[in-house]
Every structure is written in structure tokens, then in C-alpha cells.
């Protein structure tokens, strides 16, 4: 029999889930005179002549090499930049040796940036990366978000993956810089390809959420193993990583995408604020 609308690792009850979700949205918002979702979307406004203490960063090589004189590119912010929250869905998100598992960490995060995200006049807009269709268009009704909120919370176990997928299916609907937030355990052999699309003409963030239990087995020798979302069975060795994750930061970085690591076995808010309070003043900086 089909097992359907089960609670993903999340022990907490709706009224309890939307009060966490609330206080982590209030965590990020606390004491910012801007939003940390403003400002890393820039757009271009006009060249001016290099005055020393510019940023080399912005130095406009074309102009510069064409006039023979140094010229920095300057930029404004868009009054809104409207975000995308991009959740995987998937059946790995849901495997766990904690409490809270990555897709309950993925859910409650989405909803608290989305709520912290709308207080400060940001249109916040959702995307499924697993098998079900859900697509919520930027909007700034504070209701919604909870909605999806709740929707997402109920899930089957069986999901596939979709990241790389929607990723690139997202990317081209864009018509204006949207900021994009990914939470996913990035498990889509293409999710890393995906996000340096998006990443071309919008401002990208990957978190990345991962349970102790992927850094391997504890012990030595071989084990078997079934893949949570498509069954197949494999063979794994104890003491190392399913996946390796060392290159990724660095990977996404040359293409200027944001990357947090979050265990669910280690504290998870107060990076989160950090990591984004440090986006968005990093970025308030260039103006």
C-alpha cells in the first residue's frame, strides 16, 4: 500500500512548525536596515573614470583599453529583485540519522528566508526539483508562503530527483536578475552544471545540506546499499564519503555561486544569518 502525506522528519506539529518558521525569519531580518536579499542584485548603470581606491574588481577593461584611460563600471540596485527558492523534493533529502532531516531543515529554511525575504518588499516565488509540479510564482503574500510551506511538509519517500532539470528549465523564464536560493544535498549528477547556468545572468545560492550518516559508514569493509530515489543497489565501502563534496565550493565559486555546507548534525541558524547578513553587506560595499 502506497504510504502517502507523511510527515518528513519534522516531529513538530503546524502551529509549532509556522511559529519555528517565523523566529528563524525574524533571525535573519534582525537588525538590518536592508534586506540581505537586496544589493548582490546588481545591474549595470554607466562607466566613470577610475578614481584611485576603486575597486580593481569593477575596472572596466573594454572602455579602458578603447580610451586608454581607466574606467570602473558602476551599478545600481533594482528596486525590487524578485527570489527564487528552489527545493529538492527528492527522496535522498528525506533519508536521516537525526531529528530534523535535510528536507525538514530545506522546508523550514525556504519559509523563513521567504518570509524574511517578504518583509523586506521582495516578490518570493518557489520551484519543486523532485516528481511532483509545484511552481509558485513571485508574489509578496506572506500567505502563500505559508501555504507552500505546509504543502511541502507532506511527502511520500519516493521522489526523484529534478534539480538540474527545473534549473535549467527556470533559467530562460527569467527576464529580469532574480536571486535564486537552491537547498538541496545536490545529488543530481547535473545540479552543479545547472546552477552555473543560472548563475549567468542571476545572482546564485546553493545551500547545501548534508546528514552525518553521507560521510560513510563507521568501521571498515565492504557493505551493500539500495539508492533512496531510484532503488538501484550498490555496493560501498566503509570510512569514506558516498559523495564527495571537496571541490564543490571552489567549482561553484568560479562561477560566482554562493555556497554553504549545513549538517544537520551541527548548528544550522546562526551560519545561515551569518552567511547571508555577510552576502548582503559584501554587496551593499560595491555601490
Not at 579602458?64 to 570602473?72: G, I
Not at 537525526?98 to 520551484?127: D, H
Not at 551541527?266 to 553587506?281: D, E, K, S, T, Y
Amino acid at each position: 500500500m502506497r504510504r502517502q502525506a507523511l510527515l518528513a522528519h519534522d516531529p513538530v506539529d503546524a502551529r509549532d512548525f509556522e511559529v519555528a518558521v517565523k523566529q528563524l525569519a525574524n533571525s535573519l531580518r534582525f537588525g538590518q536596515e536592508q534586506s540581505v536579499f537586496h544589493g548582490a542584485g546588481l545591474e549595470f548603470a554607466q562607466s566613470r573614470p577610475y578614481v584611485a581606491g576603486d575597486p580593481v574588481k569593477f575596472i572596466d577593461w573594454k572602455l579602458s583599453a578603447r580610451m586608454r584611460k581607466l574606467f570602473v563600471k558602476e551599478y545600481e540596485e533594482p528596486k525590487q529583485v524578485p527570489l527564487y527558492l528552489l527545493v529538492d523534493t527528492s527522496a535522498s533529502m528525506c533519508v536521516s540519522s537525526q531529528t530534523l532531516s535535510k528536507y525538514a531543515w530545506a522546508v523550514r529554511i525556504a519559509a523563513g528566508i521567504g518570509l524574511a525575504a517578504q518583509g523586506n518588499v521582495t516578490p518570493v516565488g518557489l520551484l519543486g526539483c523532485g516528481a511532483r509540479e509545484l511552481h509558485i510564482r513571485p508574489t509578496l503574500s506572506r500567505t502563500t508562503v505559508l501555504e507552500w510551506s505546509h504543502q511541502l511538509r507532506q511527502h511520500d519517500f519516493r521522489e526523484a530527483t529534478s534539480l538540474a532539470k527545473r534549473a535549467r528549465e527556470l533559467a530562460p523564464s527569467l527576464t529580469r536578475r532574480t536571486t535564486v536560493v537552491v537547498l538541496s544535498d545536490l545529488h543530481d549528477p547535473g545540479s552543479l552544471e545547472a546552477l552555473q547556468v543560472l548563475a549567468q545572468r542571476n545572482d546564485c545560492i546553493a545551500l547545501h545540506l548534508e546528514d552525518p550518516a553521507e560521510r560513510g559508514v563507521q568501521g571498515a569493509g565492504f557493505f551493500r546499499g539500495v539508492e533512496a530515489e531510484s532503488g538501484q543497489a550498490f555496493i560501498g565501502r566503509g570510512g569514506r564519503p558516498f559523495v564527495d563534496t571537496s571541490a564543490w565550493k571552489a567549482e561553484l565559486s568560479r562561477f560566482a555561486v554562493d555556497y554553504l555546507h549545513l549538517r544537520t548534525d551541527r548548528p544550522i541558524l546562526a551560519p545561515l544569518a551569518h552567511f547571508l547578513q555577510h552576502r548582503g553587506q559584501s554587496a551593499r560595499s560595491v555601490r
